[in-house]
Antibody
Framework: QVQLQEAGPGLVKPSGTLSLTCAVF?????????WSWVRQPPGKGLEWIGE?????????NYNPSLKSRVSISVDKSKKQFSLKLTSVTAADTAVYFCARGSQLRGWLDAWGQGVLVTISS | EIVLTQSPATLSLSPGESATLSCRASQSVSTYLAWYQQKPGQAPRLLIY???IRATGIPARFSGSGSGTDFTLTIRSLEPEDFAVYYC??????????FGQGTKLEVK
């Protein structure tokens, strides 16, 4: 059973870059899944950030509201994928979840436990 | 962007009762809709995908229905562990693959 584990700084300064990684355990990262990121501001709902399809093509989809600031990449050798969000503001304070999207349609069938990232000076 | 509107915002029921949660899309998403359950301090869990297919390990008391713009999650005979927040998500043609704002199912 695949397990995901986020890692990264819990505090980022405004205008800086938020960088998180997600390690994949108990499954392949080359199995044609959608490797995804979702965030949740404190006390609020879920926001889809984006995804990368890792099966050679490396197709990515991003939320247009974040597209100019976000990038997702996969490191097959380390069995992990990453999120970078630039020019962050307090509005980017949230719990960030990594998730695996199913092969057929991308439904998020495995999740990390989430990591709180606070944007503050 | 497709907007998903969930209702009600809060549903107060007792264990043993049945719950009906609604998700309405601003345009057709065919059957490309999923339901997730989230408990406090936890990650969401996939319950239903493609509108009506239960994910692995999900009890039969959870069922989903609908197509196009109107979808329903039904939970029969509520168990204590079912009280949580439920989100719908669509994966229609183009991103962003939006979530609804959530329905909180609380103990009456």
């Amino acid at each position: 059973q695949v397990q995901l584990q986020e890692a990264g700084p819990g505090l980022v300064k405004p205008s800086g870059t938020l960088s998180l990684t997600c390690a994949v355990f108990g499954g392949s990262i080359s199995s044609g899944n959608w490797w995804s990121w979702v965030r949740q501001p404190p006390g609020k709902g879920l926001e889809w950030i984006g995804e990368m399809y890792h099966s050679g093509s490396g197709n990515t989809n991003y939320n247009p509201s974040l597209k100019s600031r976000v990038s997702i990449s996969v490191d097959k050798s380390k069995k992990q994928f990453s999120l970078k969000l630039t020019s962050v503001t307090a509005a980017d304070t949230a719990v960030y979840f990594c998730a695996r999207g199913s092969q057929l349609r991308g439904w998020l069938d495995a999740w990390g436990q989430g990591v709180l990232v606070t944007i503050s000076s | 962007e497709i907007v998903l509107t969930q209702s009600p915002a809060t549903l107060s029921l007792s264990p043993g009762e049945s719950a009906t949660l609604s998700c309405r899309a601003s345009q057709s998403v065919s059957t490309y809709l999923a339901w997730y359950q989230q408990k406090p301090g936890q990650a969401p869990r996939l319950l239903i995908y493609d509108a009506s297919i239960r994910a692995t390990g999900i009890p039969a008391r959870f069922s989903g229905s609908g197509s196009g713009t109107d979808f329903t999650l039904t939970i029969r005979s509520l168990e204590p562990e079912d009280f949580a927040v439920y989100y719908c998500q669509q994966r229609s043609i183009w991103p962003p693959y939006t979530f609804g704002q959530g329905t909180k199912l609380e103990v009456k």
